[in-house]
């Protein structure tokens, strides 16, 4: 199996939940932006290959979890292709992104995929959990992969169509109905409602960004593709110190300590973290349909207010 | 891995899924009650160690689907220490009459499990999804296993004490908080008000039970020793017919049509399923805090006037 360094940790801990071992996965160079880099990826299978192994799975991501970044998928896909290697796309976050006629471009190369992950309980703000497996395969491969026919359960003498049942298919047993959030809100919204959702989410990013760029004190980790925004808050007794040898780890020690601060004040809530060799820094994400420009600005108003005294 | 012929299919789905291939996993025998038979279990382990495997894990079932069976717990624990096998009891179904003085000694032994399989949303009727997986281990076992340091999303840098911090201790990444459920109920009802639920379905599966033997054309696979009642309907042009070639075959067509007429009509939804050589039977489940001897009543009076032209 091969991943990029920034993929999600559940492809580690898949692969170890199943019995394949975390050896198993191949970490594959991203770039700066966080991206798969596809000729790094054809290497690695060569590699793999010269030492007797069996690549079979290639999981790129369609919007990663801190950067929002999307991998090159058509390239990655042509890479899969030339190996017979299995292409799936974790687009858990970023999948929401194909209702917007205006960033679906972002995934190009998806519709080659034969599996792909996708949660509406991310983006679109489905309650939480719903999670879609979505796949190529015509053959009820779930049904064959999990099915143990329990006659205990499954009735096959039933009146009607009893391959409509789905629950010889899935890994567990008793479970809730969760797509059943995904239709009611499809229904509900209608497929223009969650355009709209999207367009909206990138176009508030879009303000918070140029706002962040005006504003003293506050410095992007790069410039966001997705609704991930970024960004370091220096507070005023480090700016300008970027030459001093403790400035990075003066830094890192800002965003734990504001994050205290509006939790016990109970204002509002951001993540932060550690990325590769960046001290910590914030990470806002702008998904919830309901948000405006006057909530971005108390967000900024509030980091300000809070960190002044750093 | 040993675990009775009555097990639940989780167990085999479980040993496909970790890796570890369903042929590890031996059939220990069960009584004519489907309970599992510790000499049998002592017996298996014997084969699978000649043939030079390592059994490890024992799974004992408190509350089989079907029958409602509970394993001898003590007697296995036994053969489980004098092996060295961990002791796992898949008591989602059982496990919540622990809560009752009267019969929690269905359970006797389930203290020296090393982990038990808790289901809140079957007989308690909590919210679906709500299980508890009880480990005697204090070791933090269960983030040595699934933990992964995902730095992006676990910050060891809080300001509160991060062992309380169960996201990296468990399988899945984004999900709800189910155990909220049952200590939302827990505090409504009271560990009292539950302990009645369950005395309560107890009692009312003995009404149940008592009715269906005064009934013609109803019998009993056999005498529950829980709440689920597995009974035959047998139709008038049927009752008194055990000797024709055809009645088995059948009778096993009974259930499905009633169940048929039970769902057009919208009055009733029971359960059946064949069970080893058995034809086709009813299982009802007496759980639902709710039910009156008024809804027992309609229950055996709708199946007589859905089945009376049977």
């Known amino acids: 199996m091969g991943s990029s360094a920034l993929c999600h940790y559940s492809i580690n801990k898949g692969a170890a939940f199943l019995g394949l071992g975390t050896d198993s996965v191949r970490v594959v160079k991203a770039d700066e932006r966080g991206k798969m880099i596809p000729e790094d990826l054809e290497r690695q299978i060569s590699l793999a290959e010269a030492e007797g192994s069996v690549p079979f799975l290639v999981s790129a991501t369609s919007g990663t979890t801190v950067l929002g970044a999307f991998d090159p998928l058509d390239a990655i896909a042509d890479v899969c292709q030339r190996h017979g290697m299995w292409f799936h796309v974790d687009a858990?976050?970023?999948?929401?992104?194909?209702?917007?006629?205006?960033?679906?471009?972002?995934?190009?190369?998806?519709q080659r995929a034969d599996s792909v992950a996708w949660n509406p309980h991310k983006l679109l703000a489905a309650g939480l959990q719903c999670s879609a497996l979505l796949l190529r395969d015509t053959s009820?491969?779930?049904?064959?992969?999990?099915?143990?026919?329990?006659?205990?359960?499954?009735?096959?003498?039933?009146?009607?169509?009893?391959?409509?049942?789905?629950?010889?298919?899935?890994?567990?047993?008793?479970?809730?109905?969760?797509?059943?959030?995904?239709?009611?809100?499809?229904?509900?919204?209608?497929?223009?409602?969650?355009?709209?959702?999207?367009?909206?989410?990138?176009?508030?990013?879009?303000?918070?960004?140029?706002?962040?760029?005006?504003?003293?004190?506050?410095?992007?980790?790069?410039?966001?593709?997705?609704?991930?925004?970024?960004?370091?808050?220096?507070?005023p007794s480090l700016r300008g110190k970027q030459e001093r040898p403790d400035y990075k780890e003066r830094l890192s020690q800002v965003a734990p300590?504001?994050?205290?601060?509006?939790?016990?004040?109970?204002?509002?809530?951001?993540?932060?973290?550690?990325?590769?060799?960046?001290?910590?820094?914030?990470?806002?994400?702008?998904?919830?349909?309901?948000?405006?420009?006057?909530?971005?600005?108390?967000?900024?108003?509030?980091?300000?207010?809070?960190?002044?005294?750093?």
Chains 1, 2 share one sequence.
């Open 92 to 110: 858990a976050w970023g999948g929401s992104v194909l209702l917007s006629q205006t960033h679906k471009h972002l995934l190009d190369g998806i």
């Open 140 to 235: 009820n491969l779930l049904k064959r992969c999990h099915g143990f026919q329990a006659s205990y359960l499954f009735q096959q003498d039933k009146f009607y169509d009893v391959t409509l049942d789905t629950g010889d298919k899935v890994v567990q047993c008793g479970r809730r109905v969760d797509c059943l959030k995904l239709w009611l809100m499809w229904k509900a919204q209608g497929g223009q409602g969650l355009e709209r959702r999207i367009d909206q989410a990138f176009a508030l990013t879009r303000y918070l960004v140029e706002e962040i760029k005006t504003r003293e004190g506050f410095e992007l980790v790069m410039e966001p593709e997705f609704v991930n925004v970024c960004f370091w808050f220096v507070p």
């Open 257 to 310: 300590m504001l994050k205290e601060r509006m939790v016990k004040e109970g204002s509002m809530m951001i993540g932060y973290q550690p990325h590769g060799p960046r001290a910590n820094f914030f990470r806002v994400i702008v998904a919830n349909p309901t948000l405006t420009r006057a909530d971005m600005d108390f967000l900024l108003n509030e980091l300000e207010r809070l960190g002044q005294d750093l």
